[in-house]
């Protein structure tokens, strides 16, 4: 079986960073992003990018960049925290780059990212939260932050219904903390 190849979309630290070491470990082929970060993980079988997915363009010149390529795992795991003050408290430019970055532009890069995908077997990831949840959130803790995943994962909900039709599977992810 040839090596599995894995592309991780927000992978400078935390949880993007341990998934990649952990694909490492597995013996897969990994293509990483960071964004602002500096980079401090290097191996032999890790490939780093730059990308910012709320940058169309970037976007754009990513999905161009990696054309011809195919991967059997992709994860959209950038986000962000965000203020973590209530509504009243925070500015309209906040709360678009909150929205833009979690619910937005996760969903339009994995837009361009599906024809990336192998075949069938292949998998697609977001991250998101269990704050998204009305259930398993029912205190509203970090109301702004969890209101940009539960819209992530209703547009994430439309994608799965685009990429149904062609086999490939869409994982709606929460990490745990
Ligand atoms: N930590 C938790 O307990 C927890 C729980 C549930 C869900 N999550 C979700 O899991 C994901 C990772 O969380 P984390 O705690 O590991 O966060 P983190 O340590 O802050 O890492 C976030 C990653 O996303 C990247 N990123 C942020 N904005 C980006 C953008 N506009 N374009 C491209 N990359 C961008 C960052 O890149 P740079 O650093 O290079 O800018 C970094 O690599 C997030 O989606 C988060 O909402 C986390």
Redesign the pocket.
Known sequence: MSQQRALI?????????AVVEQLLHSGWDVTA?????SISLQHPALRWLA????DAQQRTQFVQALSGEKFDYVLV?????GPQHSLSEVDDAQLSELFF??AV?PVRMSENLVPLLRDRDSVLGI?????ASLTENPDATLPL?SAS?AALNMLSRALAKQIEPQGMTLLSL????
């Open positions: 979309i927000g992978a400078s630290k935390g949880i993007g960073m992003t960071y964004r602002s970060t990308l910012d997915i709320t795991n950038a986000g962000i925290l970055t979690n532009a991250t998101t939260s269990q704050l932050y995943k929460h990490p745990g903390w």
